[in-house]
Every structure is written in structure tokens, then in C-alpha cells.
């Protein structure tokens, strides 16, 4: 009866693991949640056409900056991910820290970039620029903020996970939890490719 | 064999647990309680309506404000309390691996997680009525600026814009949608990958499908309402602009983001009901679920019209007009594929060998009462009479009697036909009948009348009509005493169903396996079933609806019964069958 | 005594005839409905039918009857997206000849009425304003009236049930409706869309009166007046 019980469970219906089927499902809740959210952003966008000043203060070398270290720690998942399949949970460890790392640079040069920001007046509310009269421009950085904002959230979730990943993968245990991971964090890579560009790139 | 194996501790067992029958009742339980809450704020405002500016037995003098926040939360707590965790989180989670012959859930801890995130949004929310200023009063619609602090709030002090009730809506509605996006996962990834060998798509239970249709439904219109209920939090408590149109912002924005999941949310609500009937129905007919396969499809074609009918909500809103004709267009049209299942399911009466038990008796009842519902949104959907409907009570009248016999009468319906499978004791029969003919008759005796007082101008969320002089006047002012009276009855007819729920309970356990005669996997497991659910997980033969096979011996034959001993399959060799026939030929 | 109220507007009977046409449809359909849930019940209980018969709605002749139903319900659908079609373009735009212009302001708790002044056009400084609780607005009868609506504060809806009118105001938009009011009377104007602890009590009225009585009224009205004000 436990044998009946094993099989059945190890033969799923439909062969997907489950882990990448529930990722998948994830992942597209998420980009619908950012996809409203970039909607939303090119709307006013396209009404407001006196924000592509806003734009401008935003700095697009720290933005291609972070867009260069988001697709280099994709690929350095990628490289883990193909460690773990060989069971190498060296290589694996190696290639997560720098996964970890480069999100940690994102986050980083992130805070940099609004430490300016905010040091200029553009905050969430820029209460300089309603002042100023302005009315709508502060709306601008109101998005600019909780864009990036909930994407840098997801970053940094995103690596607390991998370094929970990583603490287990030292055991040897839950190796395929890396392709989970990697696929969760190409889903972030992907969010600021449509990011970048909207925000840093039209001006 | 299993319980042995995971000898469990007390908080493992029963709060904690990960077991997915445990959760079920979890999300039950809070929500019959809920509901609880959300009657007793209907039956303050309800009196309030027929007897103005009275004392209300039980609580004492209504204020504005609180009459405000009384209908408020007692539509949030309807809709996000009380339907989304009965219908959807606990009938998925108890029927899901069992009928579909698996021993649980995908994700058993993320599955224990989403109701305890569940229960903390249920905390926060009913929190809300105890800090200064009393609960959210704008409307479960919350629709700003009147939500977003008042059109004043550019500098909100934070820890005050935190702890008010808008905020705390927001955070507690928040809160039930990552539950319940966690537990749609869960469905989701369960139903398509731990099905029992022979259970192939066309073989699966209507239930299972339709619950697994409204997650998807749910999951993919919620996200721009995230992420917009983000903006309204940092508008109340950052003092953002989004939806201030001084700063820029839209006030019609959130009204798509809100209705782009509000309308497709009625459909999530309502297929897990109709999975219920489509469950039931054959087995009191005797007879197999008519055109099993079309309703598939239909619901397929409501799931995706569902996302593209939301503005019409809006229709006086200041759309564009020729939007609305769009809307309303779609609107009336979505008619069609749900008037297809709910004429395939009277199909299903005719021919049958009709059994009027209690659970029969909710279905029927639900049937008779949503045709109403569903007719009286004809006219709703017809843009041109919405301008003079919306807002009134015929609006109300409309969706209480599409909303209430989804909830209620679908819930019920679901107790008393799984009663016996969960808990391996009955209901009082003639109690249960009592139950639904108290709740059918004051049901309609609330809502039947508010339909005139409605298309007499009667407009909604007042809590004193006396400078109106359309509605001070008879009938309708007797109309208001009767709906009240009703309530009041309709309310205390629950006492029966909870008094026949804790004396079945204290009875001793009978342990009647199949006592309906039912064709699906849940009743092969014992009653109520183990942690692990089944002795010998099933092997699936046939369809699920297979009753009154005019060649067989038996009057109806289960999913995992073979048909003869040669057709026996086991778990080592394994065939695609895509028909719902049975396997041996006669 | 009928279910609606008084119709005093020239495109309400266009509402109200719209109601029967859907009303019509919706009988046939619940009656028929009815039957077909009430009459198997009694024909094929368990003891007037002890066996029951074999159908899965696969064969054409037992699935034709939903066809047949389905093909009934999407005719009637479409006749009424047909019939309301015209009424809805009337309604949802001013017509071409406006006699009177006015403008109603929404704000928290009650309705502002804006009469466009001695030089007849509204927003500009010599438009008079009459912004009290339970005010009226004052119109000619059987003349086009065109409004415009804002609101000043949160989201209102303008309602005037006896003219089947209703309109939200969103505060940053201006929404420009009309109206024909064919009977003399005083009518309830209510608010529509929750807008805060006194939401019960923005009830305003609507004049409609002789155009001679409504000269009278405007006359002693911007004599006693004459303030300007900036619109939002």
C-alpha cells in the first residue's frame, strides 16, 4: 500500500514537476500585477507629455548600469542552475553567491540613485513641485517610486530566498529548488527590461 | 498506515495543520463566523431603514458614519469573508484531492500559510471598526477621493493615515487576496498534476473544473487591483496623488482597476456554486450530468467574456459612450453561455428518477431563485434603463438575489450533501428541510419587494430617507418593514441550521461510506477520511456521472470501479481513454 | 399606480418603454424557465418515474432543445441592444439646440446651482451662484437644458428619478448633460454615489416652471446678486 502510495506520487499525470508549474503560475500573476502597473504608468504618460522633463532627472547611466547587473546575475543562475543539475553544489554555492551579489549591487547602486533623487526634491510626494505648481509633475516620481520600488522589493525577497536556497543546498538537499529560483529571478530581470526603458530611456 | 507514520501534536493536528480537510473547515469555519458579523451589520442597518432614528435592539442608536461603515463592511466582508473563503478556499480544499483521488494538496505548507495570512486579514479588518473614526464608510467600491484620505490629504500624519479605517480595509483586503492567490496555486497545480491514473480531463469532476476556472479567473484580473490598491494605500497614508485629480491623478482610474476585477470576482464566486449543483444534481436525477462537456466550454466562454463586461458599472460614470455600448453589449451577451449550463442542468431533471433530499432541495431552490437574479441583470446590462437603475434598489435587489443563493443556498447545498463524507455523521433530515424553507420563504420576503422600491427611485447607502418623497410614501415605507422583518427572520432561520450542526455533531459517528449512491472519488474514501485519504489510491474507469447505465446490473457505477474484473488496470500499465463511456463495450 | 414615478422628461418614456421591452422577454423567459424547472419534479419524481433514463445530452435531439433556447435568448438580446441604442445616443449627448445653460456644482452635502448671468454665458464673472442646502434649480418648461456638472470635492452622482436622469460628477472632469422638462412641479434631486457622513441629506429640488414665472425667478435672482466665480 505504501509502494501504491510512492508510485502514485512520484508519477504525476501530467509529468510537469510541480515546483516549475507553481513558479509559472506565480510568475504570471506577478506580471499581471506589474503589467497593470506599466499600463497605468504609459497612460498618464502619454497624457501628461510635460514628464519627459521628470524624466530627466532620472539617471540613466546608474539605470543601464543596474540593467547590465540584472542580465549578468541571470546568467550566473543559469550557470547554477546547470552546476546543481551535475549535483556540483560547489560550483552551484559559487554561482548563487554571485547571483546574490549582483542583486545586492542592484540594490546598492538603487539607493545611490534616489539618495540623489530625494536629495534634489523628488521624493514619493515632492511636495517642493506641487508648490512650485507643478501639480502634475510630482505625480510623475509618485510612479517612478512605487514602480521601482515594488520591483527592488521583489529583488531583495528574491535574494533572501536564494541565500535560504543556498544555506540548504550546503546540506546537499533541494537542489532543484535552483531552477526555481533562477526562474523567479528572470522574471525580476525581465519586469526591469520594461522598466528601464520606460522610465530611464524616454525622456 | 499514514497516521502512524506522522503521529502529529495537537497544534499540527488541528491548527496548524497542513492536512487539506483541516483547512477546508478552517476556511469554513471563519467564514460561517464572518458571516455571522456581516448579518448581524445587515440586520443594524436594516432596522435602522424601517424604523428611522429608532433605538436598535441589541445595539443602540445608529450614527451616519456608522451606517455608512455598516454597509461598507457588510459587503467586503460578504464578498472577501465569507463567499471567497467558503465557496472557493474551503469547498477547494476539501473536495479538490479527494475527488480527484489524491492524498493532498501540491503545497501543503503554502496551502497551511494562505489561511493563516486569511486569518490575519480577518483580524485587521474587523480591527478597523475600533480605531478612531470607526471603519471604512465610502462604499465596499471604495472609490476615491472620498478613499484616498478626502480630497485634502496632502501631508496625512502616517502612523494616524495607518491606523484609520480606510487603511486598514485596504491592508486587510490586501492581506485575503495574497490568501487567496496562494491557495489558487495550490488548485491549479494540483488539479493538472496529481489526478488519479485514468482521470483524464473530460473524466474530471465539474467542481474540480469550475473551482480551477475561477482561479485562473481570479488570479489574472486581480493583479492591476494589487497593485492599484498599492497606490490608494500610499494616497491615504504618503499623501500621493494618484487618484487626486489637483496632483494629476484619476479618481475613474481606480474605478476600471476596482470593476477589472469586481465583475470577473462575481464569476469566481459563482462557478464553484454551480460545480456544487452540477455535483449534486445527478445524483438525485439518477441520471448523468446533461452535456457534461458543452458546460466545460461554456464556462470556458463566461471565464474569458467575464474580464471584458466590467464597465458596466460605470455606465454613468463619464466613460466615453460609445464605450458603453461596448459593455453593455458584452454584458447582455455573456447571458447566453451561463443560461446553456443552468438549462443543462434542468436538462438533467427530465428523464430522472427525482429524489427531493435536503441537499436536492438547495439546488432546485438556488436554481429558481438565480433565475431571477440572473433576468433582473438584463436590465442592468442595457446601458439605457442603467441610467436610471443604477445606484438604487433594484441594483440591490438584483445582486442579493444572484449573490445570496450562490453563497448561502450553494453552501448549503454543499453541507448537507458532504456532511456525511466529512464527518461520517448525518444532519437531521427534517430539520434541513425546515432550514430551506425558512430561508427560501423570508429570502424573498426581504429582497422580492426591495425590487420596487428600487425602480421607484429609491436610491442606495442612505441611512435616512425622510427628506425623499418618492419612498415616504406607501407602499414602500411598509415595503422597508417587511424587507426588515424578513431579515430579521431570514437571520434567525440560520439558528436551525446551527442548532442540527452541533446535535448531528455530538452524535456518535456511523461511518456510512457512500450513503448517497454517488459515482465520484470522495466517496470511496471512508468517512471521514484519514490524513492521506484513501486505503488504495483509485484508478479511474469512466466519467463521473455514470447513473442508470441502461445495461447494467447496478444503478450506478463509481468512477473507479472496473467494469469487469478483466478490465482491471493497475498503476504498471496504463491507457489514455479520453471518452466518458465506460471502458467494456456492451 | 405605477412601479415608476411621475415621468416628466421627454426621453424618460424612451426609459420606461425600454423596461417593458426587457420586461416582456424576461416574463417569457422565467415562465418558460419555470416550467422546465417545476414540471420534471413533479413528472419524474422517484415514485412517478422509479427508473431513470440514460441521457447525457450528447445526442443531437436532446442537445437541440438548449440550442433552440440559447438561439431564442440571443435574439431577444439583440433586439434589445437594438431598441436602447437610440435613447442612449439621445441621453449621453447635448442636443443641438440648447435653449437654457446652467451649471450644477457637487459638493459635500449638497448641490450648487450656477446660472450663467445677464450675459447668458456660463463661466464668467457675472455668473450667479445659489449655494445653499435644499435650494432649487429653477428651469423653463419644455426647453432644452444643458448643464454642466463638477464636482468640487469627492465623486457625487446627480439623480433626478422623475426625469430618469442620473450622472456621477468626478471631481478634475466636467460632464455636459440635458434635459426637456414637460410638467410644472417641484422634483427631488438626490445624491447617487456615497460621498461621506451626510451623503443622506444632499437633497436639492428642481424647479420646472412657466417661462414667464422662470424670467420672474431669474430677474429677482441676479438683482440680488452678482458675484463671480473661477471655475475648477
Not at chain 1, 549578468?72 to 550557470?79: A, D, E, G, L, R
Not at chain 2, 467600491?141 to 502616517?158: C, D, K, R, V
Not at chain 2, 436610491?459 to 419612498?471: G, K, Q
Not at chain 2, 491507457?575 to 471502458?583: F, M
Request: charged share 15%; net charge neutral; with cysteine.
Amino acid at each position: 500500500m505504501s509502494t501504491n502510495h510512492q508510485q502514485h506520487l512520484s508519477l504525476p499525470i501530467n509529468k510537469v514537476p510541480e515546483g516549475r508549474l507553481g513558479m509559472w503560475i506565480l510568475i504570471g500573476g506577478e506580471l499581471v500585477i506589474f503589467g497593470g502597473l506599466i499600463a497605468m504608468y504609459l497612460q498618464f504618460r502619454l497624457r501628461y507629455p510635460q514628464w519627459s522633463e521628470m524624466a530627466a532627472h532620472t539617471s540613466t547611466a546608474i539605470g543601464a548600469l543596474n540593467t547590465v547587473v540584472l542580465l549578468c546575475s541571470s546568467f550566473t543562475i543559469v550557470k547554477a542552475h546547470e552546476a546543481a543539475g551535475r549535483l556540483d553544489v560547489h560550483k552551484t554555492l559559487m554561482w548563487m553567491s554571485c547571483t546574490v551579489a549582483g542583486g545586492l549591487m542592484f540594490l546598492v547602486d538603487k539607493s545611490i540613485e534616489y539618495y540623489r533623487e530625494i536629495s534634489e526634491g523628488f521624493t514619493f510626494t515632492s511636495p517642493a513641485l506641487q508648490q512650485a505648481g507643478d501639480h502634475v509633475d510630482s505625480l510623475f516620481w509618485s510612479f517612478y517610486y512605487i514602480m521601482t520600488g515594488l520591483h527592488g522589493t521583489h529583488v531583495l525577497v528574491g535574494m533572501i530566498v536564494m541565500i535560504t536556497i543556498m544555506f540548504q543546498i550546503r546540506k546537499g538537499k533541494n537542489l532543484h529548488r535552483v531552477e526555481l529560483a533562477g526562474m523567479y529571478w528572470h522574471m525580476v530581470d525581465l519586469i526591469w527590461i520594461f522598466l528601464f526603458p520606460l522610465l530611464y530611456i524616454a525622456k | 498506515m499514514d497516521a502512524t507514520l506522522h503521529k502529529q501534536s495537537f497544534w499540527n493536528k488541528y491548527i496548524f495543520s497542513t492536512d487539506h480537510k483541516v483547512i477546508g473547515m478552517q476556511y469554513i469555519i471563519m467564514g460561517i463566523i464572518m458571516a455571522g458579523v456581516g448579518g448581524f451589520l445587515a440586520y443594524v442597518f436594516r432596522y435602522n431603514l424601517a424604523y428611522a432614528k429608532a433605538s436598535i435592539p441589541l445595539f443602540g442608536h445608529l450614527s451616519a458614519q456608522q451606517y455608512n461603515a455598516f454597509v461598507t463592511c457588510h459587503g467586503m466582508i460578504m464578498v472577501f469573508w465569507v463567499g471567497m473563503p467558503v465557496l472557493l478556499s474551503g469547498l477547494g480544499n476539501l473536495l479538490i484531492p479527494l475527488m480527484i483521488g489524491t492524498d493532498d494538496m501540491a503545497f501543503p505548507t503554502v496551502n497551511m500559510l494562505s489561511f493563516w495570512i486569511f486569518f490575519l486579514s480577518a483580524v485587521v479588518l474587523l480591527s478597523s471598526f475600533f480605531v478612531p473614526g470607526g471603519a471604512f464608510g465610502g462604499g465596499w467600491t471604495m472609490y476615491p477621493p472620498f478613499s484616498a484620505g478626502g480630497y485634502l490629504n496632502h501631508n496625512p500624519e502616517f502612523f494616524k493615515a495607518l491606523f484609520s479605517g480606510t487603511a486598514l480595509m485596504i491592508l486587510a483586503v490586501a492581506l485575503e487576496l495574497v490568501a487567496m492567490l496562494m491557495g489558487g496555486i495550490n488548485f491549479l497545480v494540483t488539479t493538472i498534476n496529481k489526478r488519479a491514473k485514468g482521470m483524464t480531463p473530460f473524466r474530471i469532476p465539474v467542481v474540480i473544473w469550475f473551482i480551477n476556472i475561477a482561479s485562473v479567473i481570479f488570479m489574472f484580473s486581480v493583479g492591476p487591483l494589487v497593485a492599484g490598491a498599492f497606490m490608494l494605500l500610499f494616497d491615504n497614508i504618503l499623501g500621493t496623488g494618484f487618484y487626486d485629480p489637483a496632483r494629476g491623478g484619476d479618481p475613474m482610474l481606480w474605478e476600471h482597476l476596482f470593476w477589472f476585477f469586481g465583475h470577473p470576482e462575481v464569476y469566481v464566486l459563482l462557478l464553484p456554486a454551480l460545480g456544487v449543483l452540477a455535483e449534486i444534481l445527478p445524483v438525485f436525477a439518477r441520471k448523468p450530468l446533461f452535456a457534461y462537456k458543452p458546460i466545460i466550454y461554456l464556462a470556458l466562454v463566461s471565464a474569458v467574456l467575464s474580464v471584458l463586461v466590467w464597465a458596466h458599472h460605470q455606465f454613468v460614470a463619464g466613460i466615453d459612450p460609445r464605450m458603453a455600448t461596448f459593455f453593455s453589449i458584452g454584458t447582455i451577451l455573456i447571458s447566453i453561455p451561463f443560461a446553456g449550463i443552468f438549462l443543462s442542468f434542468m436538462a438533467t431533471l427530465w428523464g430522472g428518477s427525482i429524489r427531493f433530499t435536503v441537499p436536492m432541495m438547495w439546488v432546485l431552490g438556488f436554481i429558481g431563485l438565480f433565475l431571477i437574479g440572473g433576468l433582473t441583470g438584463l436590465f442592468l446590462g442595457s446601458n439605457t434603463f442603467d441610467i436610471y437603475a443604477h445606484d438604487t434598489y433594484f441594483v440591490v435587489a438584483h445582486f442579493h438575489y444572484t449573490l445570496f443563493p450562490d453563497i448561502f443556498f450553494g453552501f448549503f447545498a454543499a453541507v448537507y450533501y458532504w456532511f456525511p463524507k466529512f464527518t461520517g455523521k448525518t444532519l437531521n433530515s427534517a430539520l434541513g428541510k425546515l432550514h430551506f424553507w425558512a430561508t427560501f420563504f423570508f429570502f424573498n420576503g426581504t429582497w422580492f419587494v426591495l425590487f420596487f422600491n428600487g425602480l421607484a427611485g429609491q436610491h442606495r447607502r442612505i441611512n435616512d430617507y425622510s427628506d425623499f418623497s418618492l419612498v415616504m410614501k406607501e407602499p414602500y415605507m411598509t415595503f422597508e418593514k417587511v424587507a426588515t422583518v424578513s431579515a430579521i427572520l431570514l437571520i434567525l432561520s440560520q439558528f436551525i441550521f446551527l442548532y442540527n450542526l452541533f446535535t448531528s455533531l455530538a452524535k456518535a459517528k456511523k461511518g456510512v461510506k457512500n450513503p448517497w449512491e454517488a459515482a465520484t472519488l470522495e466517496w470511496q474514501a471512508a468517512s471521514p477520511p484519514p490524513h492521506g485519504n484513501f486505503e488504495t489510491y483509485p484508478v479511474v474507469y469512466r466519467g463521473p456521472y455514470e447513473y442508470s447505465l441502461p445495461d447494467a446490473n447496478e444503478d450506478y457505477l463509481p468512477q473507479s470501479v472496473p467494469s469487469s474484473p478483466e478490465n482491471t488496470i493497475t498503476n504498471n500499465d496504463y491507457e489514455h481513454k479520453s471518452s466518458t463511456a465506460p471502458i467494456a463495450a456492451h | 399606480m405605477s412601479i415608476f414615478p411621475e415621468n416628466i422628461s421627454t426621453y424618460g418614456n424612451e426609459i420606461d418603454k425600454l423596461f417593458w421591452l426587457i420586461m416582456l422577454f424576461v416574463g417569457i423567459a422565467f415562465v418558460i424557465s419555470l416550467f422546465v424547472l417545476i414540471y420534471p419534479l413533479l413528472r419524474y419524481s422517484q415514485k412517478a418515474s422509479p427508473k431513470a433514463q440514460y441521457i447525457t445530452g450528447e445526442k443531437k435531439k436532446h442537445f437541440k432543445w438548449v440550442v433552440i433556447a440559447l438561439a431564442l435568448l440571443l435574439g431577444s438580446d439583440f433586439i434589445i441592444l437594438y431598441s436602447e441604442h437610440d435613447a442612449w445616443g439621445q441621453i449621453e449627448s447635448a442636443p443641438a439646440k440648447v435653449d437654457v445653460k446652467v451649471g450644477i456644482i457637487a459638493r459635500q452635502w449638497n448641490w450648487i446651482f450656477v446660472y450663467p448671468g445677464p450675459d447668458g454665458i456660463l463661466n464668467t464673472s457675472d455668473d450667479v451662484i445659489v449655494d445653499e442646502q435644499n435650494s432649487s434649480l429653477h428651469v423653463p418648461i419644455n426647453k432644452n437644458i444643458a448643464f454642466e456638472l463638477r464636482s468640487q470635492d469627492v465623486i457625487h452622482s446627480f439623480f433626478l428619478a422623475n426625469a430618469r436622469f442620473k450622472q456621477d460628477v468626478l471631481p478634475g472632469r466636467t460632464v455636459v448633460r440635458w434635459f426637456n422638462l414637460t410638467k410644472e412641479g417641484k422634483y427631488d434631486i438626490s445624491c447617487t454615489q456615497i460621498c461621506g457622513i451626510l451623503h443622506s441629506q444632499m437633497r436639492n429640488f428642481v424647479v420646472v416652471e412657466s417661462e414667464d414665472k422662470y424670467k420672474q425667478y431669474i430677474d429677482s435672482l441676479y438683482k440680488a446678486n452678482g458675484r463671480a466665480i473661477t471655475m475648477k
